[in-house]
């Protein structure tokens, strides 16, 4: 997306961030974007550069590793986990546990307008927010009032369900046999409860603008201002706009900046750079013991989809990469490459990742079954430090 908006405005001096990990993560990166919001050359200069993170302890000393692109795509990854906490006051659920999340209407409006640059910021360097938010919000970003989503019951409902499913279940329920309502005795009120005439009776003839008033009211009204204090933040890189505006649907939209959480086996074996046949390109990839089986291994494991699913490609991915999620198109800006372990390291040892140079490191295992039942088992203990930055 960046090479679409930078023509002239293409920077070579990275954007330098030195971020402490939770519970201080969120914080951390709020400030480091907070000056920019006000200040137009900088802005535009920071967002078309590089980012480049270092992860510093609370006492300010540094970790070790430099930053390729791993550290800094796990710390948006990060970022977006983690901002959409209850506690944070920033966003909220309509029910504990279950949906989507929204702005808080009570949420500090200028802390949301940097949430939306930090929104911009990620779009350009193609590091995909994850699953956190609604669609709807997406689409607001862009379109703002213009929102088609909207405009009509069936779809304000489908987005509605993204954020209450239970309501959106009843209200549809009601939608699918307008001549149940007029023996309800529903109220108005009891689809927007800031409604004027809120007492008036909803008829099966008018079950339908209801709907959609209700559906208005609780994903949009209720929390217009902090909607807007987000689309401020995001309409910063106007560029970005006139991209984004071309793709119409909320849904499109979402898959555009949330990316995809799901991935098919095929989608998965194409983020990753296998050894060629021949000795020479095997060497030259870096496997070490040329000829091996090990990559016929691999590849056979992620096509067979009764062993390795849909969990543990996404894990694999995130492993790989610190990525939350595959960015639309794929991996653009560098694959996974395929490493195999010298004859100093036995079948017994677990695979191991670099994020930054996007490397799987394997030992040169001597079947399928052992392969598979390594790689698992790693994915089962990625907390446990099978990975280097």
């Known amino acids: 997306m960046r090479r679409l908006c930078l023509g002239s405005k293409a920077t070579t001096k990275p954007w330098k961030l030195r971020i402490r990990r939770s519970p201080y993560l969120v914080e951390d990166v709020l400030a480091a974007f907070r000056p920019i919001y006000n200040d137009a050359r900088r802005k535009r200069n920071l967002l078309f550069s590089n980012t480049m993170v270092t992860f510093i302890d609370q006492w300010g000393t540094p970790e070790v590793g430099d930053d390729l692109g791993g550290l800094t795509a796990e710390m948006y990854t990060q970022f977006w986990n983690e901002v959409i906490k209850p506690e944070l006051g920033l966003f909220e659920r309509a029910a504990e546990g279950t949906g989507g999340y929204l702005p808080c209407a009570s949420a500090p409006l200028e802390q949301l307008e940097v949430v939306g640059l930090v929104l911009v910021k990620c779009v350009l360097d193609d590091h995909p927010c994850g699953h956190g938010l609604v669609d709807f919000v997406f689409e607001y970003l862009v379109h703002g009032g213009a929102a088609i989503t909207l405009q009509e019951p069936s779809c304000a409902l489908g987005a509605l369900c993204q954020y209450d499913g239970e309501l959106a279940r009843v209200w549809s329920t009601l939608l699918e046999s307008p001549a149940s309502v007029d023996g309800l005795q529903l109220s108005l009120e009891s689809f927007d409860p800031a409604e004027e005439d809120g007492e008036a009776l909803v008829t099966s003839d008018s079950i339908g603008s209801a709907v959609l008033q209700g559906c208005v009211a609780r994903l949009l009204s209720a929390r217009r201002a902090a909607l807007d204090a987000l689309r401020r933040g995001f309409l910063h890189c106007e560029d970005l706009e006139i991209q984004l505006a071309a793709l119409g649907p909320s849904k499109v939209l979402a898959l ?104 799987l490191h394997l030992p040169n295992y001597p079947s399928a079954a052992i392969l598979g039942e390594k790689l698992t088992l790693a994915l089962q203990h990625i907390g446990d430090g099978f990975h280097k930055e």
């Not at 496997?287 to 969990?311: C, I, K, R, W």
């Not at 653009?332 to 036995?346: F, S, T």
Request: proline share 5%; aromatic share 6%.
């Open 256 to 359: 555009v900046l949330q990316g995809s959480q799901t991935l098919s086996a095929s989608e998965l074996l194409g983020c990753f750079v296998l050894p060629r046949e021949s000795a020479e390109e095997e060497a030259a990839a870096g496997f070490l013991d040329a000829g091996s089986e090990v990559p016929l291994y691999f590849e056979s494991l992620l096509l067979d989809e009764t062993t390795f699913g849909e969990n543990e490609r996404l894990a694999l991915l995130q492993w790989c990469t610190a990525l939350s999620a595959l960015p639309i198109g794929g991996l653009r800006e560098g694959k996974i490459a395929l490493r195999l372990y010298g004859p100093e390291v036995d079948d017994s040892t677990l695979p191991e990742t670099h994020t930054c140079t996007r490397e």
